[in-house]
């Protein structure tokens, strides 16, 4: 089912980002808590959301 963005709620960016974790999509689940941040009025929440996803690109070790 599509739906404008518009209508779409920080919970519900943040149910996204949970649903990319556990797919194993960092850089998307990153991108969906990004925007659930963005939406949330309260900083302290808003902090704690980016904390829990972090830029996969700046966390992420090389391997051979």
């Known amino acids: 089912m599509t ?5 779409l709620s920080a919970a519900d960016y943040l149910d996204g980002a949970r649903e990319m974790a556990a797919a194993d999509r960092p850089f998307l689940a990153h991108l969906l808590a990004e925007e659930a941040a963005q939406r949330t009025t ?3 929440t808003a902090a704690g ?4 996803f972090p830029d996969p690109t700046t966390t992420r070790t090389e391997t051979d």
């Open 3 to 7: 739906r404008d963005p518009a209508d």
């Open 42 to 44: 309260d900083l302290a």
């Open 49 to 52: 959301i980016r904390a829990s």
